[in-house]
């Protein structure tokens, strides 16, 4: 099993930029590929980005592609989501989540691990 901490949330400006954070505790991180989703009130769970088990060819939804950077350090057992360039749109409750396949995935139901979520809000 392998225990997931989000962090770095919070209110930012139309424009702005955060970082979230990820952090993996119990089993080997890099045996996981890892993803991002987000959920706002009201709605369903949606894909924002992954990445496979090396690092290499993440892949995002259309909606943060360009201003979103996912990225993993498999020696400090974390994941990162580089937000720039923030939405009103983007406001949400965002989600780490961990696969033990090797490449993630779009579908949710794909992930075995979750972390408890961070909330972002974005101010117009």
């Known amino acids: 099993q392998v225990q997931l901490v989000e962090s770095g949330g919070g209110l930012v400006q139309a424009g702005g930029s955060l970082r979230l954070s990820c952090a993996a505790s119990?089993?080997?991180?890099?045996?996981?590929?890892m993803g991002w989703f987000r959920q706002a009130p009201g709605k369903e769970r949606d894909f924002v980005a992954a990445?496979?088990?090396?690092?290499?060819?993440?892949y995002y939804a259309d909606a943060v592609k360009g201003r979103f950077t996912i990225s993993r350090d498999n020696a400090k057992n974390t994941m990162y989501l580089q937000m720039n360039s923030l939405k009103p749109e983007d406001t949400a409750v965002y989600y780490c989540?961990?696969?033990?396949?090797?490449?993630?995935?779009?579908?949710?139901?794909?992930?075995?691990?979750w972390g408890q979520g961070t909330q972002v809000t974005v101010s117009s």
């Open positions: 989540a961990a696969d033990l396949g090797p490449s993630g995935s779009r579908s949710a139901i794909q992930y075995d691990y």
């Open positions: 119990g089993r080997t991180f890099s045996n996981y590929a």
């Open positions: 990445i496979p088990r090396s690092g290499g060819m993440p």
